[in-house]
């Protein structure tokens, strides 16, 4: 029994120790990659980790790391874009859509809302399915909440937690599910405490603008304000305190 063990453990101990190699590799080659194309991670701002200071072993999303190394399916892409929170995300939608890709990915999961969350036809069995198998894929909010708390987050992560955070948010006023929509409302207000005023400017023109503030345009004129995606840090703390107020009053 105890040989057993023994072997079980070095077992583990060899693929943590693979796991170690390809991410190595992985991190020399990004840093490469980047210096060519002088490309600096942004490091003024202390809320946030650079890539460098992530433990892998402690991030809670299942990530893919042999698939990020050999680029399968563009995740190597995705990783550099939106880091460890993002490249999870696509792992766990891609087998659903499998044209997703870096420059659409925000907008698919965008789309969702409009298309199911706020549709007329959201209550049919078949509807409700489909919003139940994309939740299945979401990242639980619980663990992302608790990577915000705990600032384990980068700042290239931001678009991608921030757009998941308004489904949830979304998601919750319509099941009028308070308790978990004053969670949201928190951890939302918490983030954006973390950015100044021009970073969530930056953030919300090189991802937001276009197809994506289009999409929300058309959900407030059909829905009303409460379902907007604000464009500066004032108006979103403004939004995060109304919505919550609303709530308090229920």
């Known amino acids: ?6 072997l079980n453990l070095r077992g583990n101990r060899l693929a943590l120790e693979e796991l170690q190699y390809h991410l190595n590799r992985l991190i020399l080659r990004h840093i490469e990659e980047s210096e060519d194309d002088h490309i600096k991670e942004d490091d003024s701002n202390p809320n946030f980790m650079l890539e460098k200071d992530m433990n892998f072993r402690l991030y809670p999303f299942y990530i893919n790391w042999k698939k990020i190394e050999e680029n399968e399916s563009g995740y190597y892409q995705i990783f550099v874009h939106f ?15 499998p044209s997703l890709k870096v420059n659409n990915i925000l907008f698919v999961l965008a789309s969702f809302i409009d298309e199911y969350l706020l549709s007329k036809d959201n209550k049919s069995e078949a509807s409700q399915k489909l919003i139940e198998e994309f939740f299945e894929k979401m990242p ?4 992302l909440c608790n990577l915000i708390q705990k600032k384990i987050i980068m700042k290239k992560e931001i678009p991608m937690i921030l757009l998941v955070l308004k489904i949830y948010e979304i998601n919750y006023m319509l ?21 100044n005023e021009n970073e969530y400017k930056d953030i919300y023109h090189s991802h937001y603008k276009g197809k994506i503030s289009q999409s ?4 407030v004129e059909k829905n009303g304000k409460e379902y907007e995606l604000p464009k500066t840090k004032t108006k979103l703390i403004n939004h995060i305190k109304l919505i919550y107020k609303n709530i ?3």
């Not at 029994?1 to 023994?6: A, I, K, R, T």
């Not at 880091?83 to 859509?97: D, L, N």
């Open 216 to 219: 929300f345009k058309k959900i």
């Open 248 to 250: 308090k009053k229920d």
């Open 1 to 6: 029994m105890l040989f057993v063990n023994e």
């Open 83 to 97: 880091g460890y929170f993002g490249v999870s995300v696509y792992s766990s939608f891609k087998e659903k859509y």
């Open 175 to 195: 099941q009028k599910n308070n308790e978990e929509l004053e969670k949201v409302l928190k951890n939302e207000y918490l983030l954006v405490t973390y950015l």
């Open 140 to 143: 639980k909010l619980e663990k």
